[in-house]
């Protein structure tokens, strides 16, 4: 896999896309050598299960595990540090990675116990957690969700959970963007999947999943970071610790340079799950007839976006779905609705490009 590829996959059954990635960005190739200390590194930043869309599937961990263990990989760990307000202990019942160690023999590390270092990252000193500058090679293991603060967490922002909870705080009472940034370039994010099956709407810890049914794969964290906050309707530049990181050297944010791989077309309906709370509300503003999972997500990431006056002016909703190929219509997104009078292209559409195409007709 070539650092900059994006490999895409759909489903619901996690733990096989997550080893088809693997197997596709021949994930052991990378890695090289059977007895490195390879580190799964997840976002339990609270203590509640992944359907709430702040934490990490456990089935895609189990997925790469089985890949790893068949291809002679043995030394593993999962480790995480919930937020300052939570028990990681707690978050790795709840989540099911204590199961998940238990039945595979895997080592499960509380990184705020264990000691730490400090480090020059990019200029800036910080503390990080010895167990995580002790991996050979690290699987970043974020969501793709929304944050009250930094508007996106994903790759870099998921690496917060390898420095202590003193040194958490002091990264809010600077801004969160430059720590996040220079952290980076100091940790590894040797090869990263992201867990885009129903990340929150807005939320680090959860309340408004969003699914889009997918996950993904990347190895440069400031591309799959740029990436997905064009799914969720941003550009790069609306995330500034993106930008900051590239600038240290971290990554590159060339979306044109990208070349993103959907390895199947098999995509969830998006029937097949319920909204509610605030996603429910936008939803109210689509009429959907078989639409894909990724294609309504894009949709409400994208009205979301949108000011209270600017959804009020869209006088119709918005259709998405194959039941509307080869149909008339007025307003619609996705290339189901190709026929329409107006129509945002993309199969799937990225958050951004809908956003873009919506606020040109509000």
Request: charged content about 25%; proline content about 4%; glycine content about 12%.
């Amino acid at each position: 896999m070539e650092k900059n590829e994006i490999l895409v996959i759909y489903g619901d059954d996690m733990a096989a896309m997550a080893i088809r990635l693997a197997e596709e960005a021949d994930l052991a190739g990378l890695i090289g050598d059977r007895g490195k200390r390879i580190g799964l590194k997840p976002n339990l930043v609270v203590s509640r299960p992944a359907s709430g869309g702040a934490t990490t599937h456990p089935e895609i961990a189990a997925g790469l595990i089985a890949y790893l263990r068949k291809n002679g990989f043995t030394n593993l760990a999962i480790l995480e540090g919930s937020w300052a307000g939570d028990s990681t202990d707690r978050a790795f019942t709840v989540c099911g990675y204590r199961k998940l160690a238990n039945e595979t023999g895997v080592d499960l590390i509380d990184t705020k116990s264990g000691n730490t270092r400090v480090c020059d990252c990019g200029g800036m000193q910080i503390e990080i957690c010895e167990s995580a500058l002790a991996l050979d090679f690290m699987i970043n293991l974020p969501v793709m969700k929304g944050h009250c603060q930094t508007l996106l967490t994903c790759a870099l922002k998921n690496n917060k959970g390898i420095i202590p909870d003193r040194e958490k705080r002091r990264f809010h009472s600077l801004g969160l963007t430059k720590p996040i940034a220079c952290l980076n370039t100091a940790v590894r994010n040797d090869f990263i999947v992201v867990d885009g099956i129903c990340g929150d709407l807005d939320f680090e810890e959860g309340g408004n999943p969003v699914h889009a049914g997918r996950i993904f794969a990347a190895r440069d964290p400031v591309l799959c970071d740029a990436w997905a906050a064009a799914q969720m309707g941003y550009a790069p530049a609306d995330i500034p610790y993106i930008g900051l990181a590239e600038k240290l050297g971290v990554g590159r944010a060339d979306l044109r340079g990208a070349k993103v791989r959907e390895l199947n077309s098999g995509r969830p309906d998006a029937a097949s799950a319920k909204p509610g709370g605030k996603v429910a509300r936008l939803a109210a503003h689509i009429a959907a007839d078989r639409a894909c999972s990724a294609c309504y997500a894009a949709l409400v990431f994208a009205l979301s976006r949108m000011s209270g006056n600017e959804l009020n002016r869209l006088r119709e909703k918005i259709c998405a779905g194959q039941g509307f190929r080869q149909k008339p219509g007025n307003l619609g997104v996705g290339q189901c609705t190709a026929g329409f009078r107006a129509s945002c292209p993309g199969c799937p559409p990225s958050g951004a490009d809908i956003l873009a195409f919506l606020r040109g007709r509000a």
